[in-house]
């Protein structure tokens, strides 16, 4: 069999002819980035041929041998019947960057005070009675009769095996931890002895984010986050449902996940001094497709009509069977979806809203990232829908775009006389491409500035150097080649743009519709929350300006953070807020806005800076 080789990690390994470079990369630990998913279709998977050849397909769909020196997509080239070698450039997920490593505070202040806790676990102290003979009772009838109306239902196979040791190794005092299926975890002899800890755990599309947080009085000890694995699979859920398909995909997907939130929950132990084996309960959020991901189920009949998932209600797990690096007897609860594309995530990030605390208010709840998901509502209705915004906030569909990682462009400004702009980069290294927060800012400024027009074409009567005009393309120069980290100019194309305006598009129109459902206008709004962590780089001007987000004063938006990650806090400590939960997404009315026939009209009239009705954006006045 042929052999490839990887540079520069120097890794080689054989495979079948016929593989694709990226699986291949894959099975030898070699992250390439894949934001389309391996569709061949966003172009970030370029290798170098740099021996051998590679049989690869060009863009046009014609196949050709790549000799040496030949660059390549992996998703689209594969081993032929000779050794190769190819050369990786540097990895976006090579960097850190705005969501990559640790806070030790949560997102908001949200807390649980210690007279008011009811973990998903509880410990009871008990004394079992010493067995007599004749009695007829064994070990368990005894814990049980001690127990009285608290008596556990079930018990794990390791709690069971250690039940005649423990209650006659301290002349029957004994403390037993249960779970709320009244399950018996554990027992220990005496007190409890040691504190016990959960976790909630928060998986993003983009980020995962890890709570530590001590059982018996809920004080957070910790938080880890870190970017989710996956992202090398792809930017958006659509993407990834498509990575799924191939060749022990679901399988890589899986693994991914797993790795960064054991990679994060071992930073946590070792940071606290805790014992994994003392972590017995999990409270997860995560979309709907994240979910199916993580516990290996199938996800393409979340984007196959008629759209419908394995489960909306995942039944409580074990940590053993999630892959969870913990007790393996914790047990794991899964925040509900309402719909394919209103997962866990959302039903957590409300309970940190007023929207479930009785406020007649109309509010909006929106989170931005690759899906946008909306809630409206208050006390009485919660109306929801979820928006294709695609990966352009992320970096993909974008020529320079990348993830908020080190040498992004995050916020941009535009001289109003020259066109030329100053940019601030995460890191502050030099340039290497343009994330989600520096695309909204340097398309507002070129509108603020007027170098950018309502239909998203950029001045071109002018001389100036930022803007290169090929034929009938034009360019916005952010960073020469020479003032940049790869060489290579970092610029945005009138089709970059189009991309972008599409994502803003997509959120805004589903904002109109939703509050066209329940007859209210835009300027009605009490409240509009924005949640997420691409929400909390989010300049609200920059997004007015651009129509992402509706033109109401600015007193009236609030940041709430990783709403989600405070959910899954809230659940994890209080029996009431998971009562909540459950009874706030039986009243959530989901709107499919495939179905709607009045989604384009909103959606067409969106694609304009700010948008086809001048009316709706008052503020945004047309430069001088």
């Given at each position: 069999?042929?052999?490839?080789?990887?540079?520069?990690?120097?890794?080689?390994?054989?495979?079948?002819?016929?593989?694709?470079?990226?699986?291949?990369?894959?099975?030898?630990?070699?992250?390439?980035?894949?934001?389309?998913?391996?569709?061949?279709?966003?172009?970030?998977?370029?290798?170098?041929?740099?021996?051998?050849?590679?049989?690869?397909?060009?863009?046009?769909?014609?196949?050709?041998?790549?000799?040496?020196?030949?660059?390549?997509?992996?998703?689209?080239?594969?081993?032929?019947?000779?050794?190769?070698?190819?050369?990786?450039?540097?990895?976006?997920?090579?960097?850190g960057g705005k969501f990559a490593g640790s806070c030790e505070q949560a997102d908001q202040a949200v807390t649980i005070g210690p007279g008011h806790v009811s973990p998903l676990v509880e410990t009871r102290a008990t004394r079992v009675a010493r067995p007599e003979k004749e009695d007829g009772l064994s070990d368990w009838d005894r814990l049980c009769n001690a127990l009285g109306d608290a008596a556990p239902e079930d018990a794990s196979l390791e709690a069971l095996q250690v039940l005649a040791r423990t209650v006659r190794g301290s002349d029957g005092n004994v403390t037993v931890t249960m779970d709320d299926r009244k399950r018996m975890i554990a027992i220990a002899s005496g007190g409890s002895g040691h504190t016990q800890y959960g976790l909630a755990i928060d998986i993003g599309t983009t980020t995962i984010?890890?709570?530590?947080?001590?059982?018996?009085?809920?004080?957070?000890?910790?938080?880890?986050?870190?970017?989710?694995?996956?992202?090398?699979?792809?930017?958006?859920?659509i993407s990834r449902i498509n990575y799924a398909r191939r060749e022990h995909g679901g399988d890589d997907l899986r693994n991914h996940v797993l790795n960064a939130i054991n990679r994060c929950i071992r930073?946590?132990?070792?940071?606290?001094?805790?014992?994994p084996d003392d972590i017995l309960c999990v409270s997860l959020a995560g979309n709907t497709t994240m979910t199916h991901l993580l516990l290996g189920l199938p996800p393409e009949h979340i984007r196959l009509s008629p759209y419908t998932p394995t489960l909306h209600r995942v039944p409580p797990m074990n940590a053993g069977e999630t892959g969870l690096d913990i007790n393996r007897n914790a047990l794991v609860r899964f925040a509900p979806a309402v719909g394919s594309y209103v997962g866990g995530d959302i039903t957590s990030g409300l309970l940190g809203t007023e929207m479930v605390s009785g406020d007649e208010q109309i509010q909006l709840f929106i989170d931005i990232g690759t899906n946008g998901e909306l809630v409206l509502g208050n006390s009485d209705f919660l109306m929801t829908c979820a928006c294709s915004a695609g990966p352009a906030f992320e970096g993909g569909g974008v020529s320079c775009g990348m993830?908020?990682?080190?040498?992004?462009?995050?916020a941009v400004k535009v001289d109003p006389a020259t066109g030329l702009c100053d940019c601030t980069t995460i890191g502050a290294v030099k340039p290497a491409g343009i994330c989600g927060s520096g695309m909204i800012s340097l398309l507002a400024e070129l509108v603020r500035t007027g170098w950018l027009d309502a239909g998203g074409k950029l001045r071109r009567n002018t001389d100036c150097s930022a803007i290169r005009v090929d034929g009938r393309?034009?360019?916005?120069?952010?960073?020469?080649?020479?003032?940049?980290?790869?060489?290579?100019?970092?610029?945005l194309s009138e089709i970059d743009i189009e991309n972008i305006m599409r994502a803003k598009a997509a959120i805004f129109s589903a904002i109109a519709l939703l509050t066209r459902h329940i007859g209210i206008d835009i300027e009605d709004l009490a409240r509009v929350c924005i949640?997420?962590?691409?929400?909390?780089?989010?300049?609200?001007?920059?997004?007015i300006t651009l129509g992402l987000l509706p033109d109401i004063p600015e007193d009236r938006f609030r940041y709430i953070g990783n709403a989600s990650l405070t959910g899954a806090y809230l659940t994890l400590m209080s029996q009431t807020k998971r009562e909540l939960q459950q009874r706030e997404a039986r009243r959530m009315t989901y709107i499919d806005?495939?179905?709607?026939?009045?989604?384009?009209?909103?959606?067409?009239?969106?694609l304009f800076l700010p948008h086809t009705d001048a009316g709706l954006f008052p503020s945004v006045k047309k430069p001088q």
């Open positions: 069999m042929p052999s490839i080789q990887f540079f520069p990690a120097n890794i080689t390994i054989t495979c079948g002819p016929g593989t694709d470079l990226l699986d291949a990369a894959r099975k030898a630990g070699v992250a390439i980035d894949a934001p389309c998913g391996g569709n061949g279709t966003c172009g970030k998977c370029r290798v170098r041929v740099r021996s051998g050849t590679v049989k690869s397909i060009s863009v046009g769909g014609m196949p050709f041998d790549a000799p040496e020196g030949t660059v390549v997509l992996a998703c689209r080239s594969r081993l032929g019947d000779n050794d190769a070698a190819v050369e990786i450039p540097k990895q976006h997920t090579d960097t984010a890890v709570m530590l947080v001590s059982l018996a009085d809920g004080e957070i000890i910790g938080v880890k986050t870190d970017y989710n694995e996956q992202i090398s699979c792809g930017l958006d859920i930073q946590l132990t070792t940071d606290h001094g805790v014992s993830r908020a990682a080190d040498g992004a462009v995050e393309k034009a360019y916005y120069i952010l960073a020469s080649g020479a003032q940049s980290a790869s060489d290579s100019a970092v610029e949640a997420g962590g691409f929400g909390r780089f989010l300049d609200i001007t920059d997004a806005l495939s179905n709607d026939p009045g989604y384009m009209d909103q959606y067409s009239a969106a």
